[in-house]
C-alpha cells in the first residue's frame, strides 16, 4: 500500500469512528419537525422527495398545498395515483386572487384538513407545503398552528416549507435548512419548465 493510499485509510478510519459513536449517541425514536426556508429554490421539491421516499416504504403520508392554483402538479398527480390524500388551498399565488378574505377562509380550509393529518397516528409523514406564507401573511393562527405541530403524535414527522419562516417555528423544530438562492434561471429570463420547475 502506497504511503497516500495509508493515509487515506487512517483518515477514513478516523472518521468511521466518530461517525460510529455520533450515530451510537442518537437513541431517542420520535418523528421530527423540519423546516425548509429561505428564498432559495427546491424547498417543495425537497418536501415532496421526502414524502416519495416514505410513500416508497409503504408509509402513510399527507400532503397540504398553500398558495397552489388549480394548474396541474406533477407531484400531486402521481402521489395521488398512489393514494396519497391531499388538501389544496385551489386559490393560487396571492397576487393573482387580490382577495384577502377568499385566501384566509380557502388557508382555513385547507388547515382542517391539516388538524386531522396532525392528529391522525397511522400518518407517518406530513408536509406542509408553503405553510409559512399563512403565517407570515396572518392568514392562519400562528399559536393555533404552534400548538397543533407540538401535540402532533409522537412518531409522526412534519415537514413545513416556504420563505421567511417565523422564528416561533424555527424555535419548536428540530431540523431548520436555510435554502439561499446564488442563481435562478428565471432572474436571466428563462421560462418555469413542465417537470422541473412545476
Known amino acids: 500500500m502506497t504511503d ?3 493515509e487515506h485509510k487512517e483518515k477514513m478510519q478516523a ?3 466518530a461517525v460510529d459513536a455520533r450515530v451510537a449517541q442518537a437513541r431517542e425514536k420520535r418523528g421530527t ?11 417543495s421539491s425537497s418536501g415532496f422527495g421526502t414524502v416519495l421516499r416514505s410513500v416508497g416504504y ?13 394548474w396541474p402538479c ?24 387580490q382577495n384577502r378574505e377568499l385566501d384566509i377562509a380557502a388557508a382555513e380550509t385547507v ?12 400518518i407517518h409523514l406530513v408536509l406542509l407545503d408553503e405553510l409559512t406564507y399563512m ?17 402532533r403524535p409522537e412518531e409522526q414527522t412534519v415537514i413545513v416549507t416556504g420563505r421567511d419562516c417565523p422564528q ?14 446564488v442563481k435562478h434561471a428565471f432572474e436571466a429570463g428563462i421560462k418555469a419548465r413542465r417537470g422541473v420547475d412545476w
Open 15 to 17: 472518521t468511521k469512528a
Open 33 to 43: 419537525l423540519i423546516v425548509l426556508t429561505g428564498n432559495g429554490k427546491g424547498k
Open 135 to 151: 403565517l407570515s401573511y396572518g392568514y392562519l393562527d400562528q399559536d393555533e398552528v404552534i400548538a397543533a405541530l407540538q401535540n
Open 4 to 6: 497516500q493510499n495509508q
Open 74 to 97: 406533477g407531484e400531486r398527480d402521481l402521489l395521488q395515483k398512489l393514494g396519497v390524500p391531499f388538501h389544496v388551498m385551489g386559490t393560487g399565488f396571492t397576487w393573482e386572487t
Open 58 to 70: 409503504g408509509l402513510k403520508t399527507g400532503v397540504a398545498q398553500f398558495v397552489k392554483g388549480k
Open 111 to 122: 388547515w382542517a384538513g391539516c388538524k386531522q393529518f396532525l392528529q391522525d397516528p397511522e
Open 168 to 181: 416561533a417555528v424555527i424555535d419548536i423544530a428540530d431540523t431548520v435548512s436555510e435554502i439561499q438562492a
